[in-house]
């Protein structure tokens, strides 16, 4: 059994770690971090964890983390590049929800994140947790930076378009939407029920800490300058998003084509869908799972693609993708622990 911990386990992303792992065949969670709640266990708080999860929270510095074969950072950035190092040299694996390893420029990282990277050292050898497009580097992996969740959706959905050249890759833009738990557990103003409900807006829009991770993520798969608008918006609904992608054709190339490059590339990815050509995707379709669905489209048959891509935020947008991570580490099946359909209504 892979023994893990999670610090951070009262959050969003914490918590569904803890229900997609209580029920993994292969792990047995073996401490759960609280500075608030050190004590408490952990089924008291979440009661739908009550008979699955009998552990305690305990306080980061009383939780013996090097006991663990992996430990989950489900914290703000920042945390997790104040202890990796310590339990990396441990020999443990580290898994980081969170952006401290995300981005390989110690500059960049600290103009966008306002923090000083304290252990740049590891951002090399740090592996992008992006399971369909970095598998081996995953699996070789002792240090893993999991993606933001609108970066999972940009990558995906623009990548066969680039790698096979036939848009321009200097003027992507992504117009994106997410539900509310995307910004977390903690008391905000802005995610109040009364300013997030019944209401609809854009955010971030002069420059979002996701475009550099995105944009050097996509640049390793083309020679072509990368250049990408993205713009975030919070939509009243608790979990989901959804990510309208606009690229410009430059080559002559048929919807079959189009459709069939995507096909192609996500036939062995087990949580990508390549809906047919012209579909809806819906948030819901996604909720609770971890499967990350797509459908492009072609206005008019003219030059633009435009890619709809839709995902749970919690799930395949953080904490499943997270699990995914570990199961390659582990040389698990990608899928253990994460066959979950999603729930309807
Ligand atoms: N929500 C989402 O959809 C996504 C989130 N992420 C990233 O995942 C990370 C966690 O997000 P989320 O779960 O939403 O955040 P929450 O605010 O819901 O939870 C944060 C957790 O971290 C703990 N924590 C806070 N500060 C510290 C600290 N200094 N040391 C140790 N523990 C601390 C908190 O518990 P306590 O205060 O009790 O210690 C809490 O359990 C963030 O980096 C976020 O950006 C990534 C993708 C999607
Ligand atoms: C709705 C909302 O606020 N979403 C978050 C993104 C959540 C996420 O992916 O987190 P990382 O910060 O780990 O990248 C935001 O825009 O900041």
């Known amino acids: 059994m892979i023994k893990v911990g999670i610090v951070g386990g009262t959050g969003y992303t914490g918590v569904e770690l803890l229900r997609l792992l209580a029920v993994h065949p292969d792990v047995e969670l073996t401490a759960i971090t609280s500075r608030k709640e050190d004590g408490l266990p952990v089924a008291d708080m979440f009661p739908s964890l009550r008979g699955r999860v009998n552990l305690k929270f305990s306080s980061p510095e009383n939780a013996d983390l090097t006991q663990c074969d992996v ?6 950035h920042g945390v997790a590049m104040a202890q990796a190092p310590e339990l990396l040299k441990a020999g443990v694996k580290v898994i980081d929800l969170a952006a401290d390893f995300r981005i390989k420029e110690k500059a960049v990282f600290e103009k966008w994140y306002k923090i000083e990277h304290t252990c740049p050292d590891l951002l090399e050898q740090a592996a992008y947790g992006l399971a369909e497009l970095n598998r081996e580097d995953i699996r070789k992996a002792q240090l893993v930076a999991n993606p933001g969740c ?8 623009f990548y066969p378009l680039l790698k096979a050249g036939v848009i321009d890759a200097g003027s992507l833009i992504a117009d994106c ?54 713009t975030p918006h919070l939509v009243p609904m608790i979990r989901g998003m959804h990510s309208t992608l606009y690229g410009r054709l430059t080559k002559d190339i048929s919807n079959d084509e189009l459709q069939a490059l995507f096909e192609e590339q996500y036939r062995d990815s087990a949580f990508v869908d390549v809906m047919p050509f012209g579909s809806h995707p819906e948030t819901r ?8 669905r797509l459908a492009l489209h072609r206005p008019d048959n003219g030059d633009t693609v435009i890619v709809l891509v839709v995902q749970d ?10 699990v995914q991570c570990m199961n390659l580490m582990f040389g698990l099946e990608e899928t253990t622990g994460l066959t979950q359909i999603a729930l309807l209504p």
């Open 177 to 230: 939407k997410s539900g509310v738990s995307g910004a977390g557990r903690k008391a905000e103003i802005g995610t109040l029920f009364s300013e997030a409900s019944d209401n609809f807006k854009a955010y971030g829009v002069a420059g979002h800490r996701h475009t550099p991770e995105t944009s050097a993520q996509l640049q390793r798969f083309t020679s072509d300058k990368v250049g990408l608008i993205f």
């Open 150 to 157: 609108y970066p999972t959706t940009m990558q995906l959905g």
């Open 71 to 76: 430990v989950f950072f489900a914290t703000p």
């Open 313 to 322: 935020n919690l799930v395949k947008g953080a904490s499943g993708q997270a």
């Open 285 to 292: 379709s996604t909720r609770g799972s971890n499967m990350l």
